[in-house]
């Protein structure tokens, strides 16, 4: 009896010691978004197209005034950075891997809260916390909370070595299919 007894306490500590379940948010999406890349100088206010299975993202938006195209398609390891007022185009290579707007499996539960207030009908939003490290304290860290129904990216931050400290805010995320055209690198970046 005692052993029954011991192995429901451990399968029951194992089972809450993990937190709420994981989420899989949804596959294809557009939001406002605020990023800020301190690393590179750069605060984004705009629209995001993502695709998760296209492993692309669009930003369309506004950084210093100038009116700006971000297209990351990782895939091709490929960025582009279009100034839509003066017709240029920068290309970088993406250094990084593509990484998902959404809960990692490996993330650790960090907790559950309102954003906005729980005491008032209407006024917030259940949201998930959840982070992930890999390769030590400073390699790779990602912390991302998403809402408790739907699993929809609310806030994102990111820090590698590589690209140092990344923070994306969403607004307005709109589930929606993205065409297949939207990815596609205008001429410009093609000269």
């Known amino acids: 009896m005692f052993r029954v007894l011991l192995a429901l306490a451990v399968v029951t500590a194992c089972v809450y010691g993990q937190g709420a379940p994981k989420c899989v948010g949804p596959r294809e999406w557009t939001s406002y978004v605020l990023e800020n890349d301190p690393s590179r100088q750069l605060q984004i206010f705009g629209k995001l197209y993502y695709d998760s299975t296209k492993q692309s993202t669009l930003l369309v938006g506004e950084a210093d005034g ?36 959404e809960v990692d499996p490996s993330a650790f539960y960090g907790g ?59 607004f307005d995320v709109t589930v929606q299919e993205i065409p297949d055209n939207i990815f596609a690198v205008p001429p410009i970046c093609k000269k």
């Open 112 to 170: 559950t809260y309102y954003l906005g207030s729980a005491d008032v009908e209407g006024d917030g939003v259940r949201v998930s916390h959840w982070y992930t490290r890999f390769g030590g304290d400073t390699l790779f860290q990602s912390i991302v909370n998403t809402t408790v129904v739907n699993c929809i990216p609310v806030q994102d931050y990111f820090y590698s070595q590589a690209t140092g400290f990344v923070s994306t805010n969403f």
């Open 66 to 101: 100038i009116e700006i195209a971000v297209y990351r398609i990782f895939p091709d390891k490929k960025e582009y950075i279009i100034n839509q007022i003066e017709e240029t185009c920068e290309s970088y290579e993406l250094t990084r891997q593509w990484r998902p707007f």
